[in-house]
């Protein structure tokens, strides 16, 4: 009975542990991530938006998909396969600046004009999980389903009590729409991009800490009717 009841134990742990793949699924894809929020967020968008960073001095600087490179983009079927969130011009070649949320993931368009007949190539970019102190990473879309997978990327709406210098909702991830930055890369001074969380550590995914700056992003579109405000 003693060696019986060693063992019951860890049977119970493994079946707990042990969860099937559609309770994997269910526990990635965090179709409800917004609604969690302390301000409840939106995930789904489907009206193309601009995504927007407003600096504490009141600057406002528009943002775009780059792929941190100072040369013109390669093909983005070959060599050219992750991008980021920079300042437009700023951030080394832009891939594209319109987005929407699906499923709590963000979903950019972008084109190539580098493929082997010179014409110009749409493709369509989703959202990574973003790390505190690191980049705000995309990789080419295999399927946009699986966009909201990685992170819960919400709009959220601006409801300052004492009126808000921004018009527009806001966005924000894991809770939060502070905490983003914008800083300039280590590699080349010339060039920023947007970081969550900075910190001495961010040196290591490639920022200088000493440059970074808080901003609040935020989105503008047709839809929303703050597009050139």
């Not at 060599?79 to 951030?91: K, T």
């Not at 995309?138 to 399927?143: G, N, Q």
Request: net charge negative.
């Amino acid at each position: 009975m003693l060696a019986l009841a060693s063992i019951l134990p860890s049977v119970f742990l493994f079946l707990v542990s042990s969860p099937s793949p559609a309770q994997s699924a269910a526990i990635l894809r965090r179709d409800n991530g917004c609604n969690a929020w302390p301000s409840v967020g939106i995930k789904d968008n489907n009206n193309s938006f601009e995504l927007w960073a407003h600096y504490e001095s009141r600057v406002a600087v528009p943002l775009a998909i780059t792929t941190f490179s100072n040369q013109s983009s390669d093909s983005v079927n070959s060599s050219i396969q992750h991008a980021y969130l920079a300042p437009n011009d700023l951030g080394g070649t832009v891939i594209g600046n319109l987005f929407t949320l699906n499923n709590s993931g963000l979903i950019g368009s972008g084109s190539s004009s580098s493929n082997s007949s010179g014409e110009s190539t749409n493709t369509t970019w989703i959202s990574n999980a973003v790390d505190a102190g690191g980049s705000f990473p995309f990789s080419l879309a295999v399927d946009t389903n699986y966009a909201g997978i990685a992170d819960d990327y919400c709009e959220v709406p601006n409801t300052d009590p004492n009126g808000s210098l921004i018009n527009g909702p806001l966005f924000g991830v894991q809770g939060t729409t502070a905490g983003w930055a914008i800083c300039n890369r280590i590699d080349n001074p010339l060039f920023q991009g947007v970081v969550f969380k900075p910190a001495e550590y961010s040196a290591s995914y490639g920022f200088n800490f000493s440059t970074c700056l808080n901003v609040t992003i935020y989105l503008r579109s047709d839809a929303l009717g703050n597009l050139s405000s």
